[in-house]
């Protein structure tokens, strides 16, 4: 990926560090500078962000080592500052598969704060342990009467070292926990809702449900980073926003490619072009303005390939005419009437072929190009 870093390769997986993220060494330098910490306390802010990626990170390797039980692969993960990206080739379609790939990321955060819950009850004692308990309480009470700063005057503890920031890790794989299950879609609290759904009501129509309210939420992340000054918030707003649309745009386009075939929009009517035609006769046909591209057959009528509009133009500019078309003839993709739309969509749309035949074993039925594809989709949606 473009604009990364490649940072290792684990369980078979490329690991990425997008160069934004060394907006957040600069954003500890920031905090620690703002909070007057001393040399000692700001590489133990910076060691806390380390970490905090490290959790991230694990989270990804959750979905990417459950999607792998399904015979998904994982092209990478990418780290950025707002969160971490496992780039699945896919999603399971089945929706059981689904839920189990979405929610494995947030267990895995659940067993990292349980793990370090217990570590932390293990060595730390007495009046440690209790200020430890204290600051979990304090975090998720939402009912913050306490200054934490005068608590940590008041206790004799540094803002700083391991008493500190093992409940502040702890803390903060709880809060990844409840802010990925918020069932945003595309994040995983989204997938999870549409997995369910679709249990019930099938995928299309599960996914438009998931990206609507997935959209309404990410709006309320924009309004309410933009107000509080979470720019954070507002930014994972937008991804959140864009990737609901563009993917619901991706199932509904995919159910409506499975529903036709080749046979449905092939144009029978085309022109035959013959390899030892001229091609003046090809542009003559051009400039009538009805067909762009053009099958070429050899003498006996078997198909040799296709001439295509760019061929053509080439030729007229280059005062090629004189030539034959055999010359300026490429190869041309042959589907079967019983085609799915799916295929025939992406050999003109993902391959770039400006043209496809279609035959069966009587010979060639018709042809299907760009302009026909677009035309198609237009009157069946
Ligand atoms: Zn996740």
Not at 248 to 268: E, I
Request: net charge negative; aromatic share 12%; charged share 15%.
């Amino acid at each position: 990926m473009r604009g990364s870093l490649r940072l290792f390769t684990w369980f078979g997986i490329p690991v990425h560090l997008h160069w934004s993220f060394g907006l957040i060494f600069l954003y500890a330098l920031w905090i620690g500078y703002d909070n007057s910490l001393d040399l000692m306390g700001t590489l133990w802010l910076m060691g806390f962000f380390v970490a905090l990626f490290g959790c991230v990170l694990l989270h990804e390797y959750g979905h990417a080592l459950t999607a792998r039980r399904y015979d998904v692969d994982t092209h990478d993960i990418i780290l950025t500052p707002i969160g971490g990206i496992a780039r699945l080739e896919k999603m399971p379609e089945k929706p059981s598969q689904e839920f189990v790939v979405a929610i494995a990321g947030p267990l895995v955060n659940v067993a990292i704060a349980l793990l370090l819950l217990g570590v932390s009850a293990l060595v730390f004692h007495e009046e440690r342990w209790e200020f430890f308990k204290w600051f979990l309480n304090q975090q998720f009470s939402f009912s913050a009467d306490e200054d934490t700063g005068q608590i940590l005057e008041e206790s004799g503890i540094q803002p700083s070292g391991l008493m500190f920031y093992l409940p502040v890790l702890v803390a903060t794989n709880i809060g990844l926990v409840l802010f990925n299950l918020i069932p945003a879609f595309p994040m995983d609290g989204g997938r999870i809702f549409r997995s369910l759904m679709a249990m019930k009501w099938g995928r299309v129509r599960a996914t438009q449900w998931a990206a609507w309210v997935g959209q309404a939420i990410a709006v309320l992340f924009i309004a309410y980073g933009l107000w509080s000054n979470a720019f954070t918030l507002a930014l994972v707003g937008l991804f959140v926003f864009t990737t609901a649309r563009s993917e619901n745009a991706m199932v509904q386009l995919d159910d409506f490619l499975r529903r036709y075939k080749a046979s449905d929009l092939l144009r029978p009517q085309f022109t035959r072009m013959h390899g030892n035609d001229w091609m003046q006769s090809a542009a003559a046909l051009l400039q009538q303005g009805l067909e762009r591209h053009f099958l070429v057959f050899d003498l006996d009528d078997q198909l040799i390939g296709m001439l295509e509009e760019n061929s053509i133009v080439a030729a007229i500019k280059k005062n090629l005419l004189s030539q034959e078309i055999a010359q300026f003839t490429q190869k041309v993709e042959v589907v079967s009437p019983e085609e799915s739309l799916q295929r025939v969509f992406f050999l003109i749309r993902q391959q770039g072929n400006p043209m496809i035949a279609v035959a069966d074993e009587s010979g060639i039925l018709g042809v299907i190009d760009e302009a026909g594809l677009y035309h198609f989709m237009r009157m069946k949606k």
